[in-house]
């Protein structure tokens, strides 16, 4: 009897916690859904694809979000409720998912001029823009995010060694650069 007891005790606390982590993690998608799109297909102008990113580029923006380390808006906010678990959670449950290109128009002309110096690129984003190990995916991005994201790193309000690179260029030319990743739709 004192076993049965304890097997069915064990039996619903091993449910109760199933369900209480499936909820949480429900959750959190549909927290990230609110900007990000159901499965992280984002069908803003300015709130990046995040559904078929780069997991270990997911988790560390998300670190960065959540130690001060990245300016956002709400991002430094909700990172700094979630845990390193949680992170890895989410990273990995969009990274599972399939990419969905950006249906945001795009201007051919600057695409055209933008692939002539995209070759600077490369070597961290791919020559599809499919992202390299941790840099992400830019291929499919809504222009307008790429170019605010080009432009917050020239100005200095985002940092990183690898893309300083983008001060030597004028505003036209970041322009043209994600015109032409945002065409590249695969």
């Avoid at 990183?160 to 739709?185: H, K, P, T």
């Amino acid at each position: 009897m004192k076993v049965r007891l304890t097997f069915l005790l064990f039996l619903i606390l091993t449910t109760v916690s199933f369900v209480f982590a499936e909820t949480g993690e429900k959750r959190i998608v549909v927290i990230c859904a609110g900007c990000h799109g159901t499965d992280g297909a984002s069908v803003g102008d300015s709130i990046p694809i995040i559904g078929g990113q780069k997991a270990d580029y997911l988790k560390k923006v998300m670190e960065e979000y959540k130690n001060d380390e990245k300016a956002g808006s709400v991002m430094n906010k909700i990172a700094k409720g979630y845990s390193d678990e949680r992170i890895n959670f989410v990273a990995n449950y969009f990274s599972s998912k399939k990419w969905v290109n950006t249906n945001k128009i795009y201007d051919n002309n600057l695409a055209n001029k933008g692939k002539k110096i995209a070759e600077v690129c490369y070597d961290c984003h791919g020559k599809l823009g499919e992202g390299i190990e941790a840099y992400p995916r830019i291929a499919g991005q809504p222009v307008f995010y790429l170019k605010q994201v080009l432009l917050d790193y020239k100005n200095s309000v985002l940092k990183s060694d690898e893309m300083s690179f983008v001060s030597e260029y004028s505003d036209d030319d970041l322009e043209a650069l994600a015109n032409y990743f945002s065409s590249i739709r695969r």
